[in-house]
């Protein structure tokens, strides 16, 4: 049986990925931070209890600010493939905490190389890099494209981009980075913006809450379906040969666009709900972000099939059935027309939002 560590198992790439590999049969081993409540929402439906013998998933502490709990991690699991997916992951707190996010986000990734360089063991390592790497470069951005980051976020996950490429040129290490455009799901986080606005849209629904204070609406970023991009992490580490790729679907509205087409599709006029703050704009912003995922589609075969459009409409119809209301349904079946049943709503991420809470022992 192939065994899979995936760090970030408790975030929302992590979660998916967790899935689609106990779904390929494999044993999946997560690293989850020591919190003193729950974390583990995202991956309570998949949870087994390790004392059942046919157990495939086993959850282990770890932070990866630690190198000597990293290593001792990758030397006894001993991995045929680690997906890295553990980071600081949003850009606007990456501002207020740049050295914490440099530590996290860019020497994590360090330390977890280190770990597989000293340990010798044969493995294959996925980096999470990112299309915030492309900063203000223009666009349509692909594997060519020179990196112009701006925000300490994007910083670190250059230096992590340079030290995979590194170890996969001075160690032969089979060492890959994935340039993931931005991917959303009923599952991303709630202060993300595409979640905060499906999430606000049901509970202004709802009754639950007047207003939605937003940033800059006129950024533009490339939104594609997350379970669609988990498999594109797989079938990168399945090459003969480890090379970069850039994934995304290429369809890049505004984010004002997004804002519109969350708020009709339920019935509502977004200009009557929705207020900038200042807060919540960037010191130096990204503002457009367009794959050009050519090499994706000739070299994987990876082809997305939702753009932001039907990605709206399941993050809308989720977060409504979760604020207690009737779902508008077309999200439920485009994902039942769509999909086959790994990542699929009922099974996935009902089981998410009625979550009872378990942790680890
Ligand atoms: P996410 O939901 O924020 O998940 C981040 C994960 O990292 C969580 O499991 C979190 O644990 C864990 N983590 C954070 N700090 C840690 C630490 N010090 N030690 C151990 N674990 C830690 O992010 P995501 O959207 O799933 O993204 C996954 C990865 O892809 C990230 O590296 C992100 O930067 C990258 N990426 C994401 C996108 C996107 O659009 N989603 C695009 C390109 C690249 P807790 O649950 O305990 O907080
Ligand atoms: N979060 C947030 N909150 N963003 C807002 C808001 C708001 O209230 N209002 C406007 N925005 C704008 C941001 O300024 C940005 O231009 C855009 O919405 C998207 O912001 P986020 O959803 O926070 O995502 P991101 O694009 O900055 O970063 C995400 O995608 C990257 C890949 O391009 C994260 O997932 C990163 O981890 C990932 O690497």
């Known amino acids: 049986m192939r065994k899979a560590l995936v760090t970030g198992i408790t975030g929302q790439d992590g979660s998916y990925l967790a899935e689609l590999l106990l779904h390929k049969g494999y044993e999946v081993h997560g690293l989850i931070r020591k919190s003193s409540t729950f974390n ?38 001993r991995p045929d493939e680690i997906y ?28 977890f190389l280190e770990a597989i360089r000293r340990s010798g063991i044969e493995t294959r390592f996925y980096q999470a890099s990112s299309s915030e790497m492309f900063g203000d470069a223009p666009a349509p951005q692909n594997e060519s494209t020179a990196f112009r980051p701006r925000s300490p976020y994007a910083i670190a996950k250059v230096y992590a981009y340079w030290m995979t490429t590194n ?22 986080g ?39 991009f988990v498999e594109a992490m797989w079938l990168m580490l399945q090459r003969d040969t480890p090379r970069d790729f850039v994934v995304g679907t290429g369809v890049a509205p505004t984010i004002r666009e997004f804002v519109e087409e969350a708020f009709s599709y339920a019935g509502l006029d977004w200009k009557e709900y929705v207020e900038q703050d200042r807060r919540y704009f960037r010191p130096t912003e990204v503002d457009l972000l367009q794959a050009d995922a050519s090499l994706a589609r000739k070299e994987l075969g990876w082809e997305p099939k939702i753009t932001y459009k039907p990605l709206v ?11 207690g209301l009737t779902p508008i349904g077309e999200g439920l079946r485009l994902l039942e027309a769509q999909f086959g049943k790994w990542h699929r709503w009922d099974t996935g991420v009902t089981a998410v939002l009625n979550h009872a809470g378990r942790g680890v022992d």
């Open 190 to 228: 709630p202060t993300f913006l595409s979640r905060k606005v499906t999430r606000g849209v049901a509970r202004i629904k709802a009754g639950d809450q007047r207003k939605l204070f937003l940033g800059n609406l006129d950024a533009r970023r490339d939104y594609g379906y997350t379970p669609e």
């Open 84 to 111: 890295h997916m553990g980071a600081q992951s949003h850009v606007l707190v990456s501002f207020e905490m740049p050295e914490y996010t440099g530590n996290v986000t860019g020497l994590g990734v360090t330390r």
């Open 167 to 188: 170890y996969r040129e001075a160690y032969k290490l089979y060492a890959v980075n994935g340039i993931l455009f931005n991917h959303e799901s009923p599952r991303r």
């Open 40 to 77: 583990t929402d995202r991956i309570d439906h998949i949870y087994q209890d390790p004392h059942d013998p046919n157990a495939r998933l086993f959850l282990h502490y770890g932070d990866l600010t630690n190198s000597e709990q990293l290593t001792n991690l990758v030397y006894n699991v």
């Open 313 to 323: 409409r399941i993050m809308v119809d989720a977060d409504m059935q979760a604020a």
